[in-house]
């Protein structure tokens, strides 16, 4: 996936917002909270999501993929495509809908009735 890919579909995503930050990195949102990054890797583009519990105990045993710089070393749960082979495409969209909808769960009852989420 390209960063233009990543960004398009990011957009694509219902209530998102996108701010560069970080290091030049196209950080995307949904109710003020982040769900993916592109950026923080010198080689080539990163992309970075957050995932369930289980998903964190996996995935970094897949080359390409590991616990995220910064954020996991914090105690979140975020996981770094960080080189090939990694995630395909597809792959790689169904993680970031993934983390979107995880970060839709955590907001307030209030922020998602706001963002049309919940009646």
Not at 26 to 55: L, P, R, S, Y
């Amino acid at each position: 996936m390209t960063r233009d890919e990543f960004n398009t579909f990011c957009k694509s995503l219902p209530q998102t917002t996108h701010v560069m930050q970080w290091g030049n990195s196209d950080v995307w949102k949904v109710g003020g909270k982040v769900f993916a990054i592109c950026g923080w890797n010198k080689e080539a583009d990163a992309f970075t999501f957050k995932v369930t519990e289980m998903a964190f105990e996996i995935l970094p045993d897949m080359p390409g993929l590991r616990p995220a710089p910064y954020l996991a070393s914090r105690g979140m749960k975020w996981i770094q495509h960080y080189e090939e082979p990694g995630l395909s495409d597809e792959e790689l969209k169904k993680h970031l809908t993934y983390s979107y909808e995880l970060v839709i769960e955590g907001l307030t009852k209030k922020k998602q009735r706001e963002l049309g989420f919940i009646e």
